[in-house]
């Protein structure tokens, strides 16, 4: 798995006085401005709103919580040409799948790209962005990534994005042809202290790094030194027998197992992770301990996870067209995503025990049951999952830990027999019930995006 960077910077330039410099001052700005607005001018709440949101967002009055996101919609309103407000925005967005309205018009992530590309094609941080997402259509052209970079590179040497085109499979940046490997030793030129970089490089089996043969397993071990709390180096760093981190196991090499168990700790949903210490014969993560094949289920489960959310991502995107050239429609990519999860309630079920299919009709009947303890939770859990409406709402492929509190508060109120429903046959319900909604899920979000 390639690490891929995506980031937004201001560069907003202003002839007038910078209203505000930070978050409190932004907010001080933007409650007064409406009584003096004939003497701020727009470009000067156009800037406090951007930098507002670039802050994280904040309260304005008692009642008037603004997101980032609603604080880059409250620019784009009174500036609609603002290329620094569309970029924020599509970052924002990129992370939730989410869609933004704006004069009666919805907007992703990739749209938002778009948009900065067209009020600025000369910006390098614009066409990086738009690459981050795919590349998109701009003046009826069909960008790729793998061009969307190259522009960027055409203007700017940008350590991010030499990665980024590396992920890409490389290209032609000012009549020379850079191939993955090469892309991450310029990146490492640039900014030799990235540990994403170091990463990427070693997936692309090391390289020369400013006069050092450097090889994959080095450049893992140097990714995680800069970064300890990688998972995805953790794992490679045991795959390639263990090694010394700083801080880390007493200062002798860590184990493989050690170096797995630290992934799966970091990032329990690393389904890599889990499978990697399924092969070494199980572990212990976050003081539990986990047999060879329970690691094996969680992993096989996990992945299918990922899988279903990548694809997912794709649809509410508008579909994808990859590297290779195949295009695949909104539709295909929800269709490959309902595949996935198919995949995954099979992974979730196929290790339980041979009493399941009681526990599973008892456990949907206190469910269903309108007069049973646990039907008005579910009923707020699927409102909660399926709260996709508001722009900075997360989807619900993103609510598993809501999910996973929901599955432990059931498993002490409802019975299978005299004895309480399995733990992990209420959370295989809670995926299926889920899971098999995601046509809901994408209705409520179009029926949002028609508002």
Request: hydrophobic share 35%; aromatic share 10%; net charge neutral.
């Amino acid at each position: 798995m390639f690490w891929v960077l995506a980031s937004a910077y201001l560069a907003t330039s202003l002839s007038e006085t910078i209203p505000c410099t930070d978050k409190p001052s932004c907010i001080e700005f933007l409650k007064d401005w409406q009584n003096h607005r004939s003497d701020s001018g727009k470009p000067r709440a156009v800037w406090a709103w951007t930098h507002l949101g670039a802050a994280g967002g904040g309260l304005l009055h008692s009642d008037e919580w603004y997101s980032q996101t609603d604080c880059f919609v409250e620019a784009l309103k009174l500036n609609i040409s603002n290329a620094d407000a569309w970029s924020h925005l599509g970052v924002a967005l990129q992370g939730t799948f989410g869609v933004a309205s704006l004069h009666r018009k919805s907007y992703n992530a990739s749209d938002c790209f778009v948009e900065a590309v067209k009020l600025n094609q000369t910006n390098p941080r614009a066409w990086s962005h738009l690459g981050t997402v795919g590349g998109g259509w701009v003046n009826s052209k069909w960008h790729s990534q793998m061009d969307c970079y190259i522009k960027s590179l055409e203007d700017s040497d940008d350590a991010d994005t030499w990665v980024n085109l590396g992920t890409a499979g490389g290209g032609k940046v000012k009549e020379k042809r850079y191939s993955p490997r090469e892309c991450y030793e310029k990146a490492l030129w640039l900014n030799n202290e990235s540990s994403t970089v170091w990463y990427n490089l070693g997936n692309d089996g090391g390289g020369m790094v400013r006069g050092e043969d450097v090889s994959n397993c080095s450049c893992y071990l140097r990714s995680l030194n800069l970064d300890p709390k990688f998972p995805h180096a953790w794992l490679k760093v045991g795959k390639c027998g263990g090694g010394k981190v700083t801080g880390a196991c007493d200062g002798r090499k860590c184990s493989r197992k050690h170096c797995y168990e630290r992934a799966a700790e970091i990032h329990p949903r690393f389904g890599e992770a889990w499978e990697a210490l399924g092969g070494v014969g199980g572990g212990e993560v976050h003081g539990v301990k986990y047999t060879s094949e329970d690691c094996k289920s969680k992993a096989q489960a996990l992945l299918a996870r990922e899988e279903a959310e990548g694809w997912y991502g794709f649809g509410v995107a508008g579909g994808v067209r990859q590297s290779n050239g195949v295009h695949y429609s909104k539709e295909e990519c929800f269709k490959k995503a309902e595949e996935r999860f198919d995949k995954e309630l099979y992974a979730g079920v196929s290790h339980l025990s041979i009493h399941s299919a009681q526990a599973f009709r008892v456990i949907a009947g206190a469910l269903l049951d309108r007069g049973s303890p646990g039907h008005r939770k579910f009923q707020a859990f699927m409102r909660a999952v399926f709260h996709a409406c508001h722009p900075a709402s997360q989807l619900c492929l993103v609510e598993e830990a809501r999910q996973d509190d929901f599955a432990d508060m059931l498993s002490r109120h409802i019975y299978v027999g005299n004895h309480p429903a399995p733990l992990e046959t209420i959370q295989a319900v809670l995926i299926g019930a889920v899971s098999h909604n995601v046509a809901a899920c994408h209705a409520v979000q179009q029926a949002c995006r028609a508002r």
